[in-house]
């Protein structure tokens, strides 16, 4: 953490590619945080997930800090970013250290993540987390944390998403350009599933769609860790496309009848009512079917829905996901989706809203706000993990010390 930065206002940004989305947070002194501050604004300068215009996602960034700085009434200095893109990759890698001291410490650790680590990493590529899936002690069973066990031989199979540096590189400039420091850069599916899963979830296997308006964005967990990762470049703006072309309607037009009428099943069409959309041209206006809107939009959500299915059935993970699918992000909210995936994947289906370990304002109680609150609850984690090593640093040198000034004492 940088010198200088109020380490009790803990701020995340969404980028995407349909809306900037800044939540800022406040850590009580009970151990408890507060959300203090929210900003949205469009976002104009990202296509799937990547900046194509830095100019305009300054602009965009720099609006939605400002409404969130209004709101929470204090400076933001600092962010942590999640990033998403059809540029994302990822891979499972093994790494094997000898244990020098019998009893398996920490530093052991960072070494056998750091062996699993030393992988080729394709041209223009940087590795963005490297996350341990499990260890095993002298080839014996698997364990979730090594430390302060005994063996000579220490493994693990860790998960190692990567990123393009040209990507990464851009998104951070356009936030320190906006004004904020980026502290931490963390996977937007990552970020979701911390905050729409439960720990039952977790263990028992679980898989996580979070569609945004760019990328559908995959994640597999089981035994409370990541098993795989994978990023879909089609999503909630492919159906705002579809009901442009389709109604010959402007896509701002087409936008709000989504939201306001989109349907993504005709099963749970009950009732099919007419709807007035403005034309192409802008200064006419035209009246549809809702049932018109369905067969536009029925097909593209059984397109991204048949692309993760494929994409599980491909990489052998149906035995990873016992407790059935998640559904997040702005594209889950379509009536009927839930539905329609309950059909393509025979499996159950629910949409995931953020649940975390502090209260929510009933108006952010929405999967739109799944990975902002993920975002938060990755740094909180964070800090206590950092704010751990700082004390306990300390008092082993001096314990360390101790020992080092008894045994001079003795001989």
């Not at 979701?192 to 296997?205: H, I, M, N, P």
């Not at 494929?310 to 407790?323: M, S």
């Amino acid at each position: 953490m940088a010198k200088g930065f109020n380490e009790q206002i803990i701020t995340a940004i969404d980028v995407g590619t349909t809306k900037i989305c800044v939540l800022v947070a406040k850590k009580l002194d009970d151990d408890s945080v507060e959300t203090i501050g929210v900003g949205k604004a469009p976002s104009d300068g990202l296509s799937k997930g990547v900046v194509i215009d830095v100019s305009k996602t300054i602009y965009s960034i720099r609006a939605a800090l400002k409404e969130a700085q209004l709101m929470a009434g204090t400076p933001i200095e600092s962010v942590s970013v999640g990033i998403s893109g059809a540029h994302i990759q990822s891979l499972n890698s093994h790494g094997v250290v000898p244990i020098k001291r019998g009893e398996i410490k920490q530093q052991d650790v960072v070494a056998v993540l750091a062996a699993a680590k030393a992988i080729p990493i394709p041209e223009g590529q940087q590795i963005l987390h490297i996350l341990p899936q499990y260890f095993v002690i002298d080839g014996r069973d698997k364990v979730l944390d090594p430390v302060g066990m005994h063996g000579i031989r220490l493994e693990v199979q860790a998960h190692i998403i990567m990123g393009a540096i040209a990507s990464v590189q851009n998104l951070v400039k356009c936030c320190e350009m906006a004004g904020v420091a980026v502290t931490d850069i963390i996977l937007e599916q990552l970020a979701s599933a911390q905050a729409v899963l439960s720990e039952d979830e977790r263990k028992l296997g679980v898989g996580v769609v979070d569609i945004g308006g760019g990328t559908s964005d995959l994640a597999i967990y089981q035994h409370e860790r990541i098993c795989y990762t994978s990023v879909l470049p089609v999503a909630g703006n492919h159906f705002t496309n579809d009901v442009a072309i389709g109604l010959c309607t402007t896509l701002k037009d087409a936008e709000r009848v989504k939201k306001e009428y989109g349907i993504a099943c005709v099963d749970v069409l009950e009732k099919d009512d007419f709807l007035e959309v403005e034309m192409v041209q802008g200064d006419q206006k035209q009246v549809v079917h809702v049932s018109d809107l369905v067969r536009i939009l029925e097909p593209r959500a059984k397109e991204v829905l048949s692309l993760v299915h494929e994409e599980i059935i491909k990489r052998n993970l149906q035995p990873f996901i016992t407790t059935g699918l998640v559904l997040t992000g702005g594209g889950s909210l379509l009536v009927g989706l839930q539905e329609l995936a309950e059909k393509i994947f025979d499996m159950p289906v629910r949409i995931g809203k953020p649940k975390v370990p502090f209260s929510i304002p009933g108006s952010l109680q929405s999967p739109i706000y799944a990975t902002g609150y993920g975002l938060l609850m990755h740094t909180i984690q964070k800090r206590k993990e950092e704010q751990m090593s700082d004390l306990h640093g300390p008092l082993i040198k001096r314990v360390f010390n101790q020992m080092k000034t008894w045994m001079i004492d003795f001989f």
